[in-house]
């Protein structure tokens, strides 16, 4: 349960409490997440269910920042696949924040720095999230061409619907007090406090009974996506068609020049 930090992308940890620690280890990309990046924390998520002593999980991303994201040299490389592939890419990414999302146990996300694109989806999809003073958020994929389709349903669950259709429309970054705000993070903290608020969640969440912790959260995530209930198989083919798109390939060609995207009707 200890892989190679240095060979992990996704590197998860369990301690004597029951405490589980998943780190994304992508550092010199800020933590961007790609295939192996999703396959690894599908793969963490199903051990975590598996494990019976685990009563609480720690997302933590490695370096300066979080989450930056989808990997945008990944994507463009998976946009110019076919159809059945950018499904399929599409239906991965779903299927790690839905698993993430569904979790057991509660889940704790720490965030600093950059917390960008997917990377919101992944706090949306966790119970609790405590911000750094210097974290910064943005639900981007519009400034590439891209939609957030498959993580609408958790950020709509945390934010609400009337804060999604400004962020998620004009893709503008927010600092954490704004995220703290509307919802999307609970608390603020100076960034060399992170880790020691972290534990005090921690030691609250272990006080809790973990069989009504776990019914507590089954009910509160059913009810929270009724307004998406049989909706997941759109959302997917909404998020792999758009990826395809002559949008997406100007906006992904735009990131990679480092120039502004030029859009047209």
Not at 189 to 214: C, F, K, N, Y
Not at 216 to 244: M, N, W, Y
Request: with cysteine.
């Amino acid at each position: 349960m200890t892989p190679s930090p240095r060979a992990q992308p996704v590197v998860l940890n369990l301690d004597p409490r029951g405490v589980a620690s998943l780190d994304f280890n992508r550092p010199q990309v800020g933590n961007a997440y790609d295939e192996a990046m999703i396959a690894g924390l599908i793969g963490a998520l199903d051990e975590l269910s598996r494990q019976q002593q685990a009563r609480v999980l720690l997302l933590r991303g490695v370096g300066k920042h979080f989450q930056a994201g989808a990997d945008l040299a990944w994507t463009r490389a998976v946009s110019a696949r076919s159809g059945a592939e950018n499904l399929r890419a599409s239906a991965a990414t779903a299927a790690a924040v839905d698993r993430l999302n569904r979790l057991p146990i509660a889940s704790l996300a720490l965030v600093q720095g950059a917390c960008f694109g997917g990377g919101t989806g992944i706090i949306a999809a966790c119970d609790v999230v405590l911000a750094a003073d210097n974290a910064v958020f943005s639900i981007a994929e519009v400034r590439w061409g891209l939609t957030a389709a498959i993580i609408l349903p958790q950020l709509s669950a945390a934010v609400g619907v009337r804060a999604l259709r400004r962020y998620a429309l004009t893709g503008e970054r927010f600092d954490a007090e704004e995220a703290r705000r509307i919802g999307l993070v609970h608390a603020v903290v100076p960034l060399a406090d992170l880790t020691a608020a972290g534990e005090r969640m921690i030691a609250q969440l272990l006080g809790s009974a973990p069989l009504a912790s776990a019914d507590t959260k089954a009910l509160l995530v059913a009810g929270a996506q009724e307004g998406f209930a049989g909706r997941s198989d759109a959302l997917i083919a909404s998020h792999a068609r758009q990826r395809q798109s002559p949008e997406a390939r100007e906006g992904l060609a735009a990131f990679a020049e480092k120039r502004a995207a030029r859009w047209r009707r």
